[in-house]
């Protein structure tokens, strides 16, 4: 039995985590063939392009697993280093593309604030420009995505003493700010979100058509309205840049969510015969957005 299979066999997913976007690198791994969470922190200088794949090896292999064993790659997508973020997205982009695991991004100041492990208000910095951080307000709840209080604001370090506390990669300079304490690291942070994570929509633009790729949730939680709240904000998006239709592909199966779609006052447009590995058939709807000229 190939690894991914043994740990599918076992309940768990496999995740790996990449924060590249701070003044320190992690690369966490989260398997069921592990009791614990394996961690690799360096807060070197070296060029992290050069460290993220090697990370990336050596938790797989500590873990007995293979590359194809990752499901889920989840990184930071900023704000901080642009370089870093770069480097973080394009190596997930890589994985994803490698082994067909599929990609979460989360806010890097969003897992700041969930390394906090108590009930708390707390400020989250990432570098910013020489002497500036990027800065926001959270609303900490274990268990619960944290919520931010206002907008990302740019604050000199000096002036990071009259909103305390913070919570910041140890090696970014706060001053004389006092920090709050921590339940977890960057990338064990991004675990915790990405396992809170109960629905997801994915989707892309094809010119001015808003294609949704995947909507999702999990089991416990259907028939709860989350489907139809996704597919409201893929519209909304839509209407607020422009777009002139939105498109999606359903299996003809999948009675529910067709219903769900023509709810939505989404309308047939075609079938595409085979389109899915099984050789099942996929029912094309499409939607022209209220602010379309056609």
């Not at 292999?61 to 590359?67: I, K, P, R, T, W």
């Amino acid at each position: 039995m190939r690894a991914k299979d043994r740990v599918k066999s076992e309940g768990g997913v496999v995740r790996l985590a990449l924060v590249t976007c701070g003044p320190q690198l992690e690369v966490a791994l989260e398997a069921a063939t592990s009791r614990v969470v394996s961690l690799v922190r360096l807060g070197g200088v070296a060029p992290r392009s050069t460290l993220v794949l090697a990370a990336v090896d050596l938790l797989v292999e500590d873990a007995g697993l293979s590359g194809d064993s990752v499901d889920e790659v989840v990184v930071s997508r900023g704000p901080g280093s642009f370089t870093g973020i770069r480097a973080g997205l394009a190596t997930a982009a890589g994985l994803v593309a490698a082994v067909g695991a599929k990609c979460l991004a989360y806010d890097s100041l969003l897992m700041l604030a969930a390394r906090c492990g108590d009930p708390d208000r707390v400020w989250c910095a990432q570098p910013g420009r020489r002497g500036e951080v990027y800065a926001r307000q959270y609303e900490v709840t274990e268990g619960r995505s944290p919520v931010a209080l206002g907008e990302i604001e740019v604050l000199p370090i000096s002036a990071l003493e009259e909103r305390e506390p913070w919570i910041a990669a140890e090696a970014l300079d706060l001053g004389d700010a006092r920090r709050a304490a921590t339940a977890r690291s960057s990338a064990e942070a991004l675990l915790y979100l990405a396992g809170l994570m109960v629905a997801y929509l994915f989707c892309a633009w094809q010119y001015l058509n808003l294609h949704v790729l995947k909507v999702a949730t999990l089991p416990r939680f259907r028939r709860t309205g989350l489907a139809r709240r996704l597919m409201d904000l893929a519209e909304d998006h839509g209407v607020e840049t422009g777009g002139e239709s939105l498109t999606l592909e359903v299996r003809a199966s999948n009675l529910d969510a067709i219903a769900l779609y023509e709810t939505l006052e989404y309308q047939l447009a075609g079938t595409l015969t085979s389109y899915y590995q099984d050789g099942e058939d996929a029912v094309v709807m499409t939607k022209r957005i209220l602010n379309s000229e056609f």
